[in-house]
C-alpha cells in the first residue's frame, strides 16, 4: 500500500484505498466514495472433498455464530453454504 501511495504523491495517479491508509499522508487529497459506497466479500475457504479439522470447525462455527446475531448495515447480507 506504501508503494501505491508513493506513486500517487509522485503525481502518476490515484488509488482507491482504505481511507485509513491516508491518514497520516497530508499531500493527499481523499474523496469518500458515496454510498452505496464500495464492500468486498470475505470467506473461509475449505476443500470440499475433506472435513475441516477440529479447530478449524470451531473457528467456522463461532464465525458464523457471531454474523447471524449482529445486524448488518443495508445491502449487506451473509452468505454461507453448510
Known amino acids: 500500500m506504501d508503494v501505491v501511495l508513493s506513486l500517487v504523491e509522485a503525481g502518476l495517479g490515484s488509488a482507491i484505498v482504505p481511507g485509513m491508509v491516508v491518514a497520516s499522508r497530508p499531500a493527499l487529497s481523499v474523496?469518500?466514495?458515496?454510498?452505496?459506497?464500495?464492500?468486498?466479500?470475505i470467506a473461509l475457504a475449505r476443500r470440499r472433498d475433506a472435513p475441516l479439522p477440529h479447530a478449524a470447525e470451531a473457528l467456522r462455527g463461532t464465525l458464523l455464530s457471531h454474523l447471524r446475531r449482529r445486524r448488518l448495515p443495508a445491502g449487506d447480507e451473509l452468505l454461507f453454504s453448510p
Open 31 to 41: 474523496t469518500r466514495l458515496a454510498p452505496p459506497g464500495m464492500h468486498r466479500v
